[in-house]
């Protein structure tokens, strides 16, 4: 007879912890996003600092994935700091989400064109905190297109500049998927759009970021608008 075969043990899988640094000038801020992700069985608040030069130091030191920076911090700002972590960490650096409390503001385009990769209001819904902070440690951006094109209206240059030297190296559907990324669409709505595979736009937005030297789709927006290849007007 037999014996009976024993089913092997399958053991849940535990998704990887999503060390986050707090950098706010507020300690009461500090103190209740910390409760709000602590609380999440993937998310770690492993440091937290006052200001944006102690925020560099934190963040050089812990290596987080992600910072929720606040723009407006005595001394050195949040935008500086994304500056200067941008800067000296180059591909190591974390995903930054400048958090504000106005989203029409000239602090907020500063910071995105620093390098983070988009930003919260301060005033936001407990789950979209916890998804947004996700959502940037798997590494998309947090666009919110009307939003970012706003920005760009009021802070960003003036009308039409010279095309940039990587637009010519843009193939057409290339170009097409830009202009689709700054509208906010997705991988999924682009290929829908295009009536195209996912992999297949997965290929160009890849394109698209190396030859924008961009670092994610914001950054890549954001060259859109600040060179002219995009204006704002356009994307109404």
Known sequence: MSRPVTPPVTRPVTPPVIRVVLADDERMVRTALRVVLDAEPDLEVVGEASDGAEAVTVVRELRPDVVLMDVRMPGIDGIRATERLVASMGGDAPRIVVVTTFENDAYVYDALRAGAAGFLLKRVAVEE??????????????????ALRGLAAA??????????????????????????????????????RLDVGPATVKTHVAAVLAKTGARDRTQAVIAAYESGFIVPAEQL
Do not use: K
């Not at 905190?129 to 009307?146: I, K, N, Q, Y």
């Not at 700054?182 to 682009?190: D, K, M």
């Open 129 to 146: 905190l916890v998804g947004a902070v996700r959502l940037v440690a798997r590494g998309d951006s947090l666009l919110f297109p009307s």
């Open 155 to 192: 802070y960003g240059p003036r009308g039409r500049a010279a095309a940039p030297p990587w637009a010519a190296r843009l193939t057409d559907r290339e170009a097409d998927v830009l202009r689709l990324m700054a509208r906010g669409l997705t991988n999924a709505e682009i290929a829908a």
